[in-house]
């Protein structure tokens, strides 16, 4: 009975340690759990873990991370009690630069940050929308225009004018050019700005003028009071014509003695010396002229445009004489005609 005693009180001191043990196992079991903060996507969640490293506590939690998932520390580190953990997914953009389009991921939402993120360079003139410094949402868009401004150089002809200048060397209805005129030549600097390989605006930022236009002079004459050897008269016009002669002979008018209308004009006046046949186009019946000789000969004189002739068509004159030798002797040659001032 002794014996059965003895080996009683042995099996509950076993089980007395025992028991011990797993206490004191347990114990450090617990002891071992430590208190994490997790802050996801900026939101803050106390965890407790019994977890050795950071990548079992991923694991142990199903949190998935991929290579551009931020994790403030690497997958190795071993847990500390009071350790925080930062994780950032990354979220879903669109970039567009004029008509393409790329579906990008970034752990920012920062626009220059994303861009940054995806090592996309702005020049000095490019430019975002929504702006560098603005914040944007998971799916929103960023548009980038990249600005190019080309300089481009112009010629531009400078027409040259026409200047009348007044004379009284020469008369009047009788015009000169004094001066040619010459083109001038302007260089024009434009800016035009591109966005995205398209043209924006365009823009004069610089003329420069190469050459100046040399005007065209053209003198017109005003003298309209003529001496000459008849007289001193005023006129309003000047004409150079050819100027022929003719009496009243049948090889000059046609017509014979005993005819009806031998030795009369259109005008239905006497044929007479200052009679003169035109081309009532060009001077009006009735109108007063005077004949000047270009040759150094007397002139014709102060006459009346009183006849016309079938061979008188245009810039040509007929001056009557009373004789056949004195039409002989005038022949053909060129003269000035001055159309009389009324007023004479």
């Known amino acids: 009975m002794e014996k059965n005693q003895a080996n009683k009180a042995k099996t509950i001191k076993i089980i007395i340690i025992l028991a011990i043990s797993a206490t004191l196992s347990l114990g450090a079991y617990i002891m071992s759990a430590k208190d994490i903060i997790l802050t996801i996507d900026g939101k803050d969640e106390e965890i407790r873990t019994f977890s050795d490293t950071l990548e079992e506590l991923l694991q142990e939690k199903g949190i998935a991370v991929d290579n551009y998932t931020y994790i403030s520390l690497p997958l190795e580190t071993e847990l500390e009690d009071n350790m925080n953990i930062v994780i950032i997914t990354p979220k879903p953009y669109t970039i567009s630069m004029g008509e393409i389009k790329t579906e990008i991921v970034s752990i920012y939402s920062n626009v220059g940050d994303i861009l940054k993120d995806q090592k996309i360079v702005l020049d000095e003139d490019d430019y975002t929308l929504p702006g560098i410094d603005e914040e944007v949402y998971p799916g929103d868009e960023i548009a980038i225009f990249r600005v190019e401004e080309v300089i481009e150089e112009r010629e531009e002809v400078l027409p040259f004018q026409s200047l009348v200048k007044k004379t009284d060397e020469m008369d009047i209805g009788q015009e000169r050019l004094a001066q040619e ?3 001038g030549l302007k260089k024009i600097r434009i800016s035009k700005i591109f966005e995205n390989g398209k043209l924006k605006e365009e823009k004069i930022v610089d003329e420069t003028i190469v050459k100046e236009a040399v ?4 003198e017109r004459g005003t003298r309209n009071v003529m001496t000459a050897s008849r007289g001193t008269f005023r006129y309003k016009n000047v004409l150079t ?5 003719y009496d009243l002979s049948h090889d000059s008018t046609g017509k ?8 009369i004009t259109a005008s239905g006046t006497k044929a007479r010396p200052g009679v003169v046949a035109v081309d009532p186009n060009v001077i009006p019946l009735g109108t007063k002229l005077y004949v000047a000789s270009l040759d150094g000969s007397p002139d014709y004189g102060f006459c009346v445009a009183e006849d016309t002739g079938g061979a008188i068509k245009g810039n ?5 004489f009373e004789t056949a030798g004195e039409v002989a002797r005038f022949g053909r040659r060129k003269v000035k005609v001055y159309i009389l001032d009324n007023n004479r």
């Open 256 to 263: 014979s003695p005993g005819d009806k209308y031998y030795g």
């Open 316 to 320: 040509k004159i007929d001056l009557f």
């Open 181 to 183: 005129g010459e083109n």
């Open 241 to 245: 014509m050819v100027a022929t002669a």
């Open 215 to 218: 005007p065209e002079i053209i």
